[in-house]
């Protein structure tokens, strides 16, 4: 458990790729909306701009983050013939370390119950869910029916497919952050848990940032 007290609104970036202007632009935002915490859901690797940057940042702004599958293959050092793959030698000490400090998951409370962070789905940062799931992508998806089972969570904050989303399966709500990645629509979240939404924020051709959806936290469905 990573705070004592419930979250009532917070910031959540996904996955960062690099993309440390865009990283810090998010974040000088996510501070000027006095939010409880930041988060991250990993992937900070592998892209066309500078990781320790990023590192630094999240570092110094004491973002709550966790590891996401590019994190891990580069402290593995695997697949790094990835197309803007970011090599092990280009690490600074402090960067390495603070990689290899990022756990998998953390959870943290709100005032309607339990929150995990994590990149997929819970310890597996390589499962996929896409808002277009339905039917038998939903069923045979082992690790979110783990979680709508056991019950444990309210909401999960996860990334992976860079794609932004929020779903509702019974009492479990999954708030997908987005990317900072290029090619995607870049951009990054404010949950508020108190008022129950999500209001999605979108960066523009030029970097600036413009409110984009606001979607519900309660499943009127």
């Known amino acids: 458990m990573i705070a004592n007290k419930n979250f009532n609104v917070i910031g959540a970036i996904g996955d960062i790729h690099t993309e440390e202007q865009l990283l810090k632009k998010s974040v000088d935002f996510l501070k000027s909306q006095n939010v409880d915490k930041i988060l991250s859901v990993g992937d900070i ?19 709550l983050t966790v590891s996401g599958n590019h994190d891990r293959w580069l402290l593995n050092n695997q697949l790094r013939d990835l197309k803007n793959a970011t090599q092990p030698d280009s690490l600074s000490i402090a960067s390495h370390s603070f ?9 943290f409370p709100t005032p309607h119950g339990l929150a995990l962070l994590c990149h997929g789905l819970g310890e597996n940062d390589m499962v996929r869910l896409n808002p277009d799931d339905y039917g038998y992508a939903i069923q045979a998806n082992t690790d979110l029916q783990n ?3 056991d019950g444990k969570y309210r909401y999960v904050i996860n990334g992976h497919t860079n794609r932004k989303m929020v779903r509702h399966f019974g009492n479990l709500t999954i708030i997908n952050a987005g990317t900072l990645k290029p090619g995607h629509e870049q951009g990054f979240v404010v949950i508020n848990f108190v008022e129950q939404f999500v209001q ?14 606001t979607v519900s936290l309660i499943d009127c469905l």
């Not at 979108?202 to 409110?211: G, R, Y």
Request: with cysteine; charged share 30%; aromatic share 6%.
């Open 147 to 149: 979680l709508i089972r």
């Open 200 to 213: 999605f924020y979108k960066f523009l051709e030029d970097s600036a940032i413009e409110a984009a959806e």
């Open 45 to 63: 690797v592998d892209g066309l701009g500078d990781a320790n940057q990023c590192c630094d940042i999240l570092r110094r702004e004491a973002i």
């Open 99 to 107: 990689l290899s400090s990022l756990p998998a998951t953390r959870e």
